[in-house]
């Protein structure tokens, strides 16, 4: 059964800056391991996944880093704008099963002007 | 591409009812995964089909369940509804190549 740990649970950046989400997790999982997105009312967008062999992939503003050692990945959003505020969350695929994916409990991000 | 699809997007239900959810995967996509989103669970996996057959499963009840059809689309059914089961439902589906695509989700609300 795979742990994932997500903090911190909420965040507020002005407009501009750097927003900085952590995830952890116990067991090796050899998958894809995605960031959603989620505003109120809506299912979770995919924001950007990343595969354990890679230590850094960036789109646009968000970037992840990925320390496979530490089993530890990142969300970096880049001149956070207020339209990024929404919840956050990381996923890490299971062992075995990379589609069952356990989800962290999720960032509320606020960016304020 | 068309994203993944849900219906219908909201349901009420009365206890002791059972409901049938409906999910299109993007086209393609071969395995359908559904989850359900609650405030004090969070995001949890319910269940996965690939090629019509159901290939994981997580710690829910067997009041929930789920077929898939040779089209890929899914259906997830809840029998005998608790006040508890209300949430918001989503369907993801994925290929090989990719991690998973989430609909909008439909939200249960059990009266």
Same mark, same amino acid.
């Given at each position: 059964?795979?742990?994932?740990?997500?903090?911190?649970?909420?965040?507020?950046?002005?407009?501009?800056?750097?927003?900085?989400?952590?995830?952890?997790?116990?067991?090796?999982?050899?998958?894809?391991?995605?960031?959603?997105?989620?505003?109120?009312?809506?299912?979770? %967008?995919?924001?950007?996944?990343?595969?354990?062999?890679?230590?850094?992939?960036?789109?646009?503003?968000?970037?992840?880093?990925?320390?496979?050692?530490?089993?530890?990945?990142?969300?970096?959003?880049?001149?956070?704008?207020?339209?990024?505020?929404?919840?956050?969350?990381? %996923?890490?695929?299971?062992?075995?099963?990379?589609?069952?994916?356990?989800?962290?409990?999720?960032?509320?991000?606020?960016?304020?002007? | 591409?068309?994203?993944?699809?849900?219906?219908?997007?909201?349901?009420?239900?009365?206890?002791?009812?059972?409901?049938?959810?409906?999910?299109?995967?993007?086209?393609?996509?071969?395995?359908?995964?559904?989850?359900?989103?609650?405030?004090?669970?969070?995001?949890?996996?319910?269940?996965?089909?690939?090629?019509?057959?159901?290939?994981?499963?997580?710690?829910?009840?067997?009041?929930?369940?789920?077929?898939?059809?040779?089209?890929?689309?899914?259906?997830?059914?809840?029998?005998?509804?608790?006040?508890?089961?209300?949430?918001?439902?989503?369907?993801?589906?994925?290929?090989?190549?990719?991690?998973?695509?989430?609909?909008?989700?439909?939200?249960?609300?059990?009266?």
């Amino acid at each position: 059964q795979q742990q994932v740990k997500q903090s911190p649970q909420s965040l507020i950046v002005q407009k501009g800056g750097i927003s900085i989400i952590n995830c952890a997790y116990e067991n090796t999982a050899f998958d894809y391991f995605p960031w959603y997105q989620q505003f109120p009312g809506k299912g979770p %967008a995919l924001l950007i996944a990343i595969r354990p062999d890679v230590s850094e992939k960036k789109e646009g503003r968000f970037t992840i880093s990925f320390n496979k050692s530490a089993k530890q990945f990142s969300l970096h959003i880049m001149d956070s704008q207020p339209g990024d505020s929404a919840t956050y969350f990381c %996923a890490v695929p299971n062992t075995g099963t990379a589609s069952k994916l356990t989800f962290g409990t999720g960032t509320r991000l606020q960016v304020t002007l | 591409k068309a994203g993944v699809t849900q219906t219908p997007r909201y349901l009420i239900k009365t206890r002791g009812q059972q409901v049938t959810l409906s999910c299109s995967p993007i086209s393609g996509h071969r395995s359908v995964s559904w989850y359900q989103q609650t405030p004090g669970q969070g995001l949890q996996f319910l269940f996965e089909y690939f090629s019509e057959t159901q290939r994981n499963k997580g710690n829910f009840p067997g009041r929930f369940s789920g077929r898939q059809f040779s089209n890929s689309r899914s259906e997830m059914n809840v029998s005998t509804l608790e006040l508890g089961d209300s949430a918001l439902y989503l369907c993801a589906s994925r290929s090989n190549q990719e991690t998973q695509y989430f609909g909008p989700g439909t939200r249960l609300l059990v009266l």
